[in-house]
């Protein structure tokens, strides 16, 4: 799927996904913002274990879930924790247990730095020009512990800098040429460092990009990277 830019409270936003090749693997990603009262935005990034039509099930639930408990003001953790309690037992029906990665991500146009907690997603990046800096997980997935614990990280998040959060479809996609090489967070941040000054836009469409050449477009499971920055940052 081609770029999304959109608005988010005073950040901007853009994602490129890419779907499974093979249809009974797709669904499980979720991205979601929620502008809050106080101004500040909060950004999820998950990847749910079910696939097929479960998982865009499983991935509705973890969106409404989110936009409810980021509506109220929570930080991330706190977020986090909430969406730990989820259980995706559908009434007379017998689902394996289905856990998921996530971020849950505050950013708040008053301050220069991201609030973040991470239950087991290690796609985290921001990006200040050709410098990077590595977001890194503060708890377990969600859905295998039920007194599990999250922990707020405090990042720099400077006007011109970029967050930017990606599921595994695209760091665990392999060469077209050779099957035992992957993307990699490597291939990632290559492509977002290769030049200055990106947009949300053009910094998710060069990871989208690369990952295309690298896989020559095909990929064993979703794909999704989502770039989030200060100001209405949309143009390529």
């Not at 797709?26 to 479960?54: E, H, I, M, P, W």
């Not at 990606?166 to 967070?185: I, K, L, P, V, Y």
């Amino acid at each position: 799927m081609p770029a999304q830019v959109r608005s988010a409270g005073r950040f901007a936003s853009a994602v490129e996904s890419r779907s499974a090749a093979d249809a009974a693997r797709r669904g499980g990603d979720v991205f979601c913002t929620v502008g809050r009262a106080n101004g500040s935005t909060a950004v999820l990034l998950a990847d749910v274990s079910s696939k097929g039509s479960l998982a865009l099930l499983h991935a509705e639930i973890m969106r409404r879930a989110f936009k409810r408990a980021a509506a109220l003001e929570r930080t991330p953790s706190a977020v986090l924790g909430e969406l730990n309690a989820i259980r995706f037992e559908i009434p007379g029906r017998s689902v394996s247990v289905t856990f998921a990665s996530a971020i849950v991500a505050v950013l708040d146009p008053c301050l220069r730095f991201v609030r973040y907690a991470s239950a087991g997603h290690d796609i985290g990046v921001i990006v200040h020009g050709r410098a990077h800096r590595h977001l890194v997980p503060t708890g377990p997935v969600l859905g295998v512990f039920d007194d599990a614990v999250y922990t707020d990280c405090i990042e720099p998040f400077a006007g011109a800098d970029l967050l930017v959060l990606a599921t595994d479809g695209f760091t665990e996609c392999r060469s077209t040429g050779d099957r035992a090489r992957q993307f990699g967070t490597s291939g990632l941040v290559r492509a977002l460092t290769a030049r200055k000054g990106l947009s949300c836009h053009a910094a998710a469409r060069a990871v989208a990009q690369g990952a295309d050449l690298f896989t020559g477009r095909v990929y064993v499971d979703d794909a999704t990277v989502a770039v989030m920055a200060h100001g209405p940052r949309t143009a390529t």
